[in-house]
């Protein structure tokens, strides 16, 4: 059995290596804006996911650790998640930065409530890009108003992401023991009984829910629920 | 003739873009990297140049201006650039980000002087980046010494770089007239006489050799003066 701080870390590695793949991704996908103030947005987005690594990446260093190590076993992940799902233009790329991006601020606000308090305080300051992903939201709603046909295909397109994304974290959580030891309930950072297990397994539960319904309401609004 | 805030919109315009288009540049370059840790510094770097277009970009605001509406006649120059110096390779990227990003805190530095206080202050600021490249030039040496022949292969690679670059801002200047007038001395913000241009314009003549010669200076240090 690994110990609690295995399981931090490895929580910070994923989270961190996150943002870090994000801000590659999205700043490549601003390549496909059809213009300069469109890709200046992607750009500041994709700036927004850096500040985010570097946060988290400095937290990780005062904890003696070198980012790095923490987060090369989630290199094959993400990159395999963003390799999958290569927006094919630029309205896939907004559902994709939208999508992956609330999902991130959504999964960060949940597991901040398992962390001891000063990477608590990291992981909540990396839930801030909301009002920048915004321009995403506006630009799909009028889009998908003059070209009702592409409503159907980013429906589609967002259920994909969704799909890749719960497969990477499914295989995330059966090779890496910490993670899963979390998930579980049994790496608190004090020892626990079978009990606070339980409790801790089913907040988790819950917060997997609840990151669905986010989710969910977000395609609704967007009129991307099918 | 145009006014002289044209030239002074016109030269924050080209910076701005400058550094945008260097921000998407290395940011797509890091996935040339061998490693996580020097696809980090490349982040870094690419970070630092979207804060100086930010910075850049703020001021331009501050004067009334949209900074897309002033940047886009330049981005054809700069992503010409760009698309026919793509690196084959890690090192060439490590060439391309060190060249590039030394001559435009050079050329930055050399402006600051001809520009309204605000301006110059604002420009002053994006001279920061040099600490931060250092690791290209660290990478370079050691790679360079464990494999002889990769000199030759970048000494062309670094001049091929500087003549495109200088291509572009013949370009540029031809066809922008504010700028033009600029390195003629002609687009002073108060009224000047004859001798006054030529003094200014003399400057620039000067700074342009200054800019050549710190140019060949980093090569000999690196050993790609060829």
Redesign the interface.
């Known amino acids: 059995v690994e110990s609690p701080s295995q399981a931090l870390i490895e929580l910070l590695g994923v989270v961190a290596y996150g943002e870090?793949a994000g801000?590659?991704r999205i700043?490549?996908d601003?390549?496909l804006a059809p213009?300069?103030?469109e890709?200046?947005k992607m750009?500041e987005l994709?700036?927004i996911e850096?500040?985010h690594?570097?946060l988290i990446?400095a937290h990780i260093q005062s904890l003696g650790i070198e980012?790095?190590s923490v987060?090369?076993p989630f290199?094959a992940a993400f990159d395999g998640y963003h390799e999958r799902t290569k927006p094919a233009d630029w309205f896939e790329g907004l559902v994709k930065a939208y999508v992956g991006d609330s999902i991130a601020t959504d999964f960060n606000l949940e597991i901040a409530a398992l962390l001891p308090a000063d990477s608590r305080e990291v992981i909540l300051k990396t839930a801030d890009s909301s009002s920048h992903v915004e321009f995403a939201v506006s630009t799909l709603m009028s889009a998908m108003a003059s070209d009702p046909r592409l409503r159907g295909r980013l429906a589609l397109w967002a259920r994909r992401l969704v799909g890749e994304a719960i497969a990477q974290a499914q295989y995330l959580a059966a090779e890496h023991e910490g993670l899963f030891e979390l998930i579980n309930g049994t790496a608190n950072s004090s020892p626990v009984g079978e009990e606070s297990n339980e409790v801790i397994g089913l907040d988790l539960g819950r917060a997997f829910i609840r990151l669905t319904e986010k989710h969910t309401h977000r395609m609704q609004r967007l009129g991307l629920a099918v």
Chains 1, 2 share one sequence.
Request: proline share 4%.
């Open positions: 870090l801000f590659f700043a490549a601003a390549e213009s300069l103030a890709s200046i750009a994709a700036d850096f500040r690594y570097t990446g980012p790095e987060m090369a290199v």
